[in-house]
């Protein structure tokens, strides 16, 4: 055998390993826990551990360096801002570079940023930290969901897209407390500090995975273009943004309201709320790959406007575990099953503008939310106010989906069509 065909075969014995360790080899590739599969879980865990540790500590830790409720909103938003612009740029990036290098400068950039909080006391730095945050976190979560997409089985994409945020359940249940025990404990210098040390792991963690590469179009097809909402998946886009509107009330306001009426709940709800992650996480993607998402999406939104509406009303723990177990069912289910919704609706090389466009609306949001919410709150003189405004958004939220999917378009006449809005029009 000559050298050249040692190698060849060296090469394609390597890329035989590769693919072993991101797809199955069961008959009909149906098998969704492979090696990869675990491995982005386990990826996501030190992803979210940067986001959900930061959860009730940085808006008290800008309040405590004389930030007022509005500006606070505002500097919450350069975060959107920021991971927008990447999420736009998300599907040109992947034509220029492999995706997970992408990833390892985005989990660099966002490390340093966190990094950078401790020394950002004005508002200017602080926007300028929180702009480079949602810099690495934007690019990160498109790039990496867009990848993790590729390992999962068609016909069991709900419950991939659920299972893989068992990660974000651990950090949910553990991030929130671990961070308010840092900062209480040791400080702020040592919370940032252990934060971007998350994020570093993942960073290092990703050396571990072989390099897993995203299809390119069909040849003859223009490159993608910069879009910040596609019209693939204009509707799953517009549930994920009234999404994002609720959930910056309890990401920015929460912790703020707890300790405005001097209620020292603010981890337990976070803990709580792992309870019913962990149970929609479970159960809701295989009712969905079965059933389909009418049966899973509109009772997640209901208990979602369930839990924003208790949450002004809690004196105990009674009421705190309803409001917090609900927020769980809610957040753990409508997020996966939306994904899946879009992602089995357009063609694999679709899936990094469509997970652009499902994180851009969230993000959206997110930077709706924390600016409207932040000046109502002002204005009312109570975060309390903040809860109220959520409660409108998702009543607004369920009659969306309601009208949408059951009225212009009931199940009997979608089944086996694509999605209105989806894969049958063009991007």
Not at 90 to 98: G, I, N, Q, T
Not at 126 to 152: D, E, I, K, N
Not at 214 to 220: E, R, T, Y
Request: net charge positive.
């Amino acid at each position: 055998m000559s050298q050249d065909q040692g190698r060849d075969n060296d090469r394609d014995q390597s890329r035989d390993k590769d693919r072993d360790y991101y797809y199955s080899g069961d008959q009909g590739g149906e098998k969704l826990w492979t090696r990869g599969f675990i491995a982005f879980i386990c990826l996501n865990i030190f992803i979210f551990l940067g986001f959900d540790v930061l959860l009730p500590t940085l808006t008290v830790y800008l309040e405590d360096h004389g930030h007022s409720r509005d500006a606070i909103g505002r500097i919450f938003s350069f975060f959107t801002l920021a991971a927008i612009i990447m999420r736009m740029l998300a599907p040109r990036l992947v034509l220029l570079l492999r995706p997970f290098v992408i990833v390892r400068l985005g989990l660099l950039v966002a490390g340093l940023a966190v990094f950078g909080y401790y020394f950002a006391h004005g508002a200017v730095s602080a926007s300028l930290a929180r702009f480079f945050h949602g810099l690495g976190f934007g690019v990160t979560s498109t790039v990496l969901m867009a990848l993790a997409a590729q390992t999962v089985p068609t016909s069991r994409m709900a419950q991939g897209m659920g299972f893989l945020g068992l990660g974000t359940i651990l950090t949910l249940a553990v991030g929130p407390s671990f961070g308010i025990w840092l900062r209480d404990g040791f400080g702020y210098l040592v919370l940032f500090s252990t934060v971007t040390g998350f994020y570093i792991c993942g960073l290092l963690w990703t050396m571990r995975m072989p390099d897993l590469a995203l299809p390119a179009p069909p040849a003859g097809q223009p490159k993608p273009r910069l879009v910040f909402f596609s019209r693939l998946v204009w509707a799953p886009s517009a549930l994920m943004f009234m999404t994002g509107i609720s959930i910056s009330a309890v990401a920015i306001y929460l912790a703020l309201y707890f300790k405005e009426a001097g209620l020292p709940y603010t981890g337990w709800f976070f803990g709580l709320t792992t309870i019913g992650i962990l149970v929609s996480r479970v159960f809701a993607g295989r009712v969905q790959d079965r059933h389909g998402h009418r049966v899973v999406v509109g009772p997640a939104i209901f208990s979602m406007l369930a839990a924003v509406t208790l949450i002004p009303h809690v004196r105990d723990m009674g009421l705190l575990a309803l409001s917090a177990v609900c927020w769980g069912i809610s957040t753990g289910a409508i997020f996966p099953n939306v994904q899946a919704l879009a992602f089995n609706s357009v063609q694999p090389h679709q899936r990094t503008a469509v997970a652009s466009s499902l994180f851009n609306a969230f993000d959206v949001g997110m930077g709706v939310g924390s600016i409207f919410l932040g000046v109502v709150c002002e204005r009312a003189a109570t975060y309390r106010a903040a809860f109220l405004g959520a409660t409108v958004n998702c009543i607004i939220f369920l009659c969306f989906y309601l009208v949408y999917y059951f009225v212009f378009h009931p199940p009997s006449e979608r089944k086996n069509k694509p999605l209105a809005g989806t894969a049958s029009e063009t991007a």
